[in-house]
């Protein structure tokens, strides 16, 4: 069982940035893929980035490719994901997510992630 808490949002204006952390609980969190996901106002949950357990291998959705990075420190039991250049379409609650199924897949299909944070709120100003 892993709990995962996000912290780090915040307002910020077009061209900024910003840095998320996802603390983890659980002594399992370094075998787990781990992922981002964003949700907008009256929008579906989208996928952001994903990073293998070991961190050596990463994927990203091609609206914030070249902009954010997504990484991991598991001695920390903890996953960022740092956002350069953010837009006002990046406006939307930022979940980390959890993935236990060790599934052949690459990028892990989003029904895999079964752990999932409480969220929190990205806000870009134009």
């Known amino acids: 069982q892993v709990q995962l808490v996000e912290s780090g949002g915040g307002l910020v204006q077009a061209g900024g940035s910003l840095r998320l952390s996802c603390a983890a609980s659980?002594?399992?969190?370094?075998?787990?893929?781990m992922g981002w996901f964003r949700q907008a106002p009256g929008k579906e949950r989208e996928f952001v980035a994903t990073?293998?357990?070991?961190?050596?291998?990463?994927y990203y959705a091609d609206s914030v490719k070249g902009r954010f990075t997504i990484s991991r420190d598991n001695a920390k039991n903890t996953l960022y994901l740092q956002m350069n250049s953010l837009k006002p379409e990046d406006t939307a609650v930022y979940y980390c997510?959890?993935?236990?199924?060790?599934?052949?897949?690459?990028?892990?299909?989003?029904?895999?992630?079964?752990?999932w944070g409480q969220g929190t709120q990205v806000t870009v100003s134009s």
């Open positions: 997510a959890g993935d236990d199924a060790y599934g052949s897949k690459w990028p892990p299909p989003e029904y895999e992630y079964v752990y």
């Open positions: 659980g002594r399992t969190f370094s075998s787990y893929a």
């Open positions: 990073i293998r357990w070991s961190g050596d291998r990463t």
